[in-house]
């Protein structure tokens, strides 16, 4: 006869959160037990033991003061222990190496982290893109925490001394989609403030008026999220102001930022970022556009024939570098457009970004958004896709190679109901390029 190894509490949990003290237990109980808490549904901690967070302080303190040459190491680093890249042509200067894209880490994504890295220890996060290529992303427990050292850098450039802020909860995670993971953690590098990640969905509360009451009690410092979440906040009612806003994932409209800024008086920063990547570019206040954040990164913006583009030519956002060293990048074109220029002080900006657009899509009982269609089309294992919404609410999923079309359209029918007519096709064209999430369908864009 088995016993069944008993999980302990949240705020007990050594294995997810070592070095838990009794001041992190005490806030993540707090915040757990709270009789407006959401329902969690996951388990997730920092994993970092006392070594990752000195080497974390020494790398935060290296990113606050960059210019510590690295190019040459990392290069060598790639064509030493990176199975992708030891064939490529190293005789050759940088610019004339090829590029890669999406495409290449989803096809096999093992082939791009290095040799040396302690695979027992690696953290995979599913990620769905825009360019219809589903990937796993490579990372350690340290690569996820250097998140904060980037984000106090780009709070910096705002007046934000994140470590001098008085509080309980540093972050809360705001999402708004029917499914989501969600939990509660701590961050021991931030006097162990609590970081929370919540889904919006008044089903995943006690009550509609619960998400309210919650971040009036918990009062977070930062809140981040999708501009599609951050909208939904704007109809929630509650009193609390957080210190600052990042938005992320996707592209935030002027209209919303400034009805953001409306009620709660604060910056709301958006940070181009990609699960890939990390953050990449943040805006810094000054209006000369996005300023690029990692110092381990090169961007380049290149044009089709994966040549820089020129001073002040849009191109293709191209990076080499970043802060994961469980996935090095070299020439990997992101699929985002913009310009590259640099001020009087040698700052580089990316300008007219062309970035990743909220969508939601319109159902026969209200909307869903791109993560929710995720969720959806994930149990078919589809390599690459596009959905689309006509303006009269019709869905054409566009699929590379075989599939069960009737399943795929019985799932898009059961999802958004009577009323919206589904058509199942191919791709037009193998070089055709394709976004995953377009919507035609009136009123459904956030502005």
């Known amino acids: 006869m ?7 509490a949240p705020w007990l949990d050594s294995e997810r959160l070592p070095g838990l003290n009794g001041r992190a237990a005490r806030r993540l109980r707090q915040c757990i037990e709270h009789p407006d808490a959401p329902y969690f549904t996951g388990r997730s901690g920092h994993r970092l033991s006392a070594q990752n967070i000195r080497q974390l302080l020494a790398d935060k303190a290296a990113y606050q003061s960059p210019g510590q040459p690295w190019l040459a190491s990392f290069l060598s ?47 995979a996060y599913e990620t769905s893109g825009t360019t219809g290529h589903p990937l796993t992303v490579p990372s350690l427990p340290l690569v996820a925490a250097r998140y904060h050292c980037f984000h106090e850098r780009i709070l910096g450039w705002h007046g934000i001394d994140l470590q001098s802020l008085q509080g309980d909860t540093g972050v809360m995670l705001v999402g708004d989609q029917q499914r989501c993971f969600t939990y509660a953690s701590v961050l021991p590098y931030w006097h162990d403030k609590t970081l929370l990640k919540i889904n919006l969905n008044p089903a995943d509360w006690p009550e509609p008026c619960a998400r309210g009451r919650y971040i009036d009690a918990c009062k ?13 906040l704007l109809g929630m009612e509650f009193e609390h102001k957080p210190v600052a806003i990042l938005s992320t994932s996707m592209t935030l409209l002027q209209g919303l930022k400034d009805r953001l800024i409306r009620r709660f008086g604060c910056p709301v920063i958006n940070v181009y970022s990609m699960n890939e990547a990390g953050p990449i570019a943040a805006d810094d206040g000054s209006g000369r556009g996005l300023r690029l954040v990692q110092p381990t990164m090169q961007v380049d913006v290149l044009n089709r024939n994966d040549q820089p583009a020129g001073p002040q030519n849009r191109g293709e956002i191209t990076l080499t570098g970043g802060f994961n060293h469980c996935l090095p990048l070299l020439r990997y074109r992101t699929g985002d457009y913009a310009c590259l220029v640099r001020d009087e002080q040698g700052r580089c900006y990316l300008q007219q970004l062309d970035g990743r657009p909220p969508v939601r899509y319109k159902t026969a009982d209200g909307w869903l958004n791109n993560v929710d269609i995720t969720h959806l089309l994930q149990p078919f294992g589809l390599a690459q896709y596009q959905l689309h919404q006509d303006q009269r609410g019709g869905l054409t999923l566009r699929v590379e190679g075989e599939v069960d079309q009737t399943a795929l359209e019985s799932a898009l029918v059961q999802a958004f109901g009577p009323g919206y007519p589904v058509c199942i096709a191919g791709y037009r064209g193998a070089t055709e390029k394709l976004i995953q999430y377009t919507s035609d369908y009136s009123g459904a864009h956030d502005g």
């Open 2 to 8: 088995s016993v069944r190894h008993s999980i302990p």
């Open 220 to 232: 977070p410092l930062l809140m981040t999220g999708d501009p599609r979440s951050l909208s939904t």
């Open 77 to 123: 680093r790639c064509r030493q222990k990176v199975p992708h890249y030891r064939n490529y042509p190293w005789h050759l200067n940088l610019d004339d190496f090829p590029c890669t894209n999406r495409s290449d880490l989803s096809r096999n994504i093992a082939a791009f982290v290095p040799d040396d890295i302690e695979v027992g220890q690696l953290i």
